[in-house]
């Protein structure tokens, strides 16, 4: 049972590149939004009851998918509303379960990262799309967030296609079992 775990910031291509790797391995794609989108639901983003709430989704896949044995590929934008210690909590809920976290970053710059921010595709999930808000949120620290376990695979996604990218995700899991 493996867990990738596609972390990068917004616009990076974590959704776009996790569809293709689930989508080539035959695994589902659980996107940090849905569990986002319900808690939004009842909390505003950032509230007690939200991050709450959040987690709890988060937990319960990862251990319900480690139980089940079902791998899976999982988005991640680190950003300040999380709990750092949960990131760790869910790979010892894998690691329980007999399973592996492989996480894989992704790289984009800045520039990169304001153009794509626009794109129709994020409006469809109601991400974030505005460049001045995004700015003003990152000189706040919202998007601060202790390093991550060290990744197994860093790719930049302005050198790498969607499809490419995620060969190299595909490539990297058939190399480890």
């Known amino acids: ?17 996790g569809t293709h790797v689930a ?4 695994i589902p794609l659980f996107h940090n939004h849905l569990a986002v989108d319900a808690a939004l639901a009842l909390f505003e983003f950032g509230s007690p009851g939200f991050r709450r709430l959040r987690a709890a989704i988060w937990s319960a896949a990862f251990a319900e998918a480690a139980a089940a044995g079902r791998s899976f590929v999982f988005t991640f934008h680190p950003e300040a509303s999380v709990d750092p210690a949960l990131i760790e909590s869910l790979t010892e809920s894998v690691r329980a379960h007999g399973g592996e976290m492989v996480f894989v970053e992704l790289l984009c710059s800045p520039e ?3 153009q794509r921010l626009d794109q129709p595709s994020r409006r469809r999930f109601g991400k974030l799309t505005d460049v001045a808000l995004y700015r003003s949120i990152e000189r706040a620290g919202g998007f601060a967030f202790p390093p991550l376990p060290p990744p197994s695979l860093r790719i930049d996604t302005e050198a790498h296609t969607p499809e490419q990218s995620a060969a190299l995700i595909v490539a990297l899991l058939h190399k480890t079992g």
Do not use: N, Q
């Open 1 to 17: 049972m493996h867990v990738v775990f596609i972390h990068g910031p917004a616009a990076s291509g974590k959704h776009t590149i």
């Open 23 to 26: 989508e080539v391995l035959g």
């Open 112 to 114: 990169a990262i304001a």
